[in-house]
């Protein structure tokens, strides 16, 4: 099928390439003449894995960039609508963005066309789209709107989008459900995963795709819903993290116990600093929005937000409390994206924390493997040289520090040299907010060592047996 994807942002560019891959013919439509030229020329603007190999396999053949939506409207049977949806200063979503969409496809619109909302947006949208549509002179026989949430990690997008735990089709009519149905074929049928040229299967993955068809009202729902609920299990946990370390309990043993529980699982019981990115803080505070808007009041999600941000400040009085006092202080930062295999800084509690301690008279160097340039345009013209240095490796950055901090969850820093590592330290003290280490491993190594919801270790009376685990991991 031919296929308009609007908007070259994290999620249209992941599902422009996917559905290229998939076999059909796109057209990616953006208004920033710069990313236009940059995406021609096969630079890849953000760090997914598998997204440059599929850019680089179809770029100029099944996929295509443009500037003029009318013309790609015209081409195309299926418009994916992918713009921002960024949030009001009152937590709601900003739609204008999708509004200008709609009423610049609607002067396009010369045959039966499916308008799809791809980006994350409350319910009610697919309404307020086609009267937008309707109000400028488009007849209401040549135009369905339906919604297909995305339900991409960063990271993993692209294997999300190929092996989805599950594909949501919202419709309102049986006429953009076949064709939404045909699109995404290739996946429900299972042919693409026969191909020898496909993307390598993730663990876990279920094949063929399942798909879920809804009305339009309940997939807008549907993706609120999940992000919320996602959102809770993590501001959960760390809730419990906290409640651990004050009872002297593990939390990851807790975790054990609680994930092998078949109807809650393991996923997303990661204690740690806390959630962020550009989903999980702007859908939290949407779908309380809408709650609200509708008669509701949302006060679980209150608390979710509540928790993830009184997490980032028990982090900072926990580096606080190993090293008394902050001023003056050099300190290694390990980690600045918001989790591990993306470069997106927004809402990073990693970025927060930096923030945080170079207000307190900290100075900082980090290392960050794939989102230092973001990083540096964000802190840079807040900070003198003196106070934050980007360092170009993990030593680098914990030479002659007072203490190294883990904020990140890379598997780079799961997989240090410890001789080396203490080695570069000024103290031997890592202060770790993902958790990525074992505590009485890090002790035998030497190290004093604070994480979450775990009693800290230090190096004088190690059992016998952890020193001889240490030296046998080793």
């Not at 953009?176 to 040229?197: F, M, V």
Request: proline share 4%.
């Amino acid at each position: 099928m031919r296929i308009a994807v609007v908007g070259s942002g994290y999620v249209g560019l992941v599902a422009g390439a996917c559905f290229a891959d998939m076999g059909h013919e796109v057209i990616l439509v953006d208004n920033d003449h710069r990313k236009l030229v940059a995406l021609r020329n096969g630079k890849v603007p953000i760090h997914e894995k598998f997204l440059p190999e599929l850019m680089a396999r179809h770029r100029g053949q099944r996929l295509t960039f443009s500037d003029d939506l009318h013309e790609a409207v015209r081409q195309s049977s299926v418009i994916f609508v992918a713009v921002g949806t960024p949030p009001t200063e009152s937590g709601e979503a900003d739609l204008s963005y999708v509004e200008s969409v709609a009423r610049e496809i609607s002067g396009a619109i010369d045959s039966y066309k499916i308008v799809v909302e791809k980006s994350t947006v409350p319910v009610y949208t697919s309404e307020w789209v086609r009267k937008i549509i309707l109000r400028n002179g488009t007849d209401a026989e040549l135009f369905d709107v339906a919604s297909n949430p995305e339900f991409l990690r960063e990271g993993t997008a692209v294997t999300d989008f190929l092996f989805a735990d599950r594909i949501v089709i919202g419709c309102d009519s049986e006429r953009a459900a076949e064709a939404l149905r045909e699109i995404y074929q290739p996946l429900t049928s299972g042919s693409y995963y026969q191909r020898a040229d496909a993307i390598p299967q993730p663990d876990r993955a279920v094949i063929p795709a399942p798909i879920i068809v809804t009305s339009s009202k309940s997939a807008e729902l549907i993706k609120h819903a999940s992000n919320a609920f996602l959102a809770m299990k993590i501001s959960f946990i760390n809730a419990v993290a906290s409640v651990c370390e004050s009872v002297g309990a593990n939390v990851h043993q807790v975790v054990h116990g609680v994930g092998t529980d078949s109807r809650i699982g393991p996923r997303f019981l990661n204690p740690g600093i806390g959630y962020g990115g550009s989903c999980f803080p702007k859908d939290v505070m949407a779908f309380r929005a809408v709650a609200k808007e509708s008669g509701y009041e949302f006060r679980l999600l209150d608390e979710v937000m509540r928790i993830n941000e009184e997490q980032r400040q028990r982090f900072l009085r926990k580096v606080r409390s190993a090293l008394w006092t902050l001023r003056g202080k050099h300190l290694g930062v390990l980690g600045l994206a918001f989790k591990g295999g993306t470069d997106d800084i927004r809402e990073s509690p990693a970025l927060f924390i930096v923030q945080a301690l170079l207000q307190e008279g900290c100075s900082i160097t980090v290392y960050d493997p794939a989102a230092m340039e973001r990083a540096e345009e964000a802190l840079r013209p807040r900070q003198t040289n003196a106070n934050i240095k980007f360092a170009n490796s993990v030593y680098e950055a914990a030479h002659g520090v007072d203490a190294l901090l883990i904020l990140t969850e890379w598997e780079e820093f799961a997989n240090l040299d410890f001789n080396r590592l203490r080695g570069e330290l000024k103290y031997p003290i890592v202060i770790d907010g993902r958790n990525l280490y074992d505590p009485d491993v890090m002790a035998a190594q030497g190290f004093t060592y604070y994480s979450v919801g775990r009693a800290a270790s230090h190096p004088d009376g190690v059992p016998a047996a952890a020193l001889r685990n240490a030296n046998n991991k080793k």
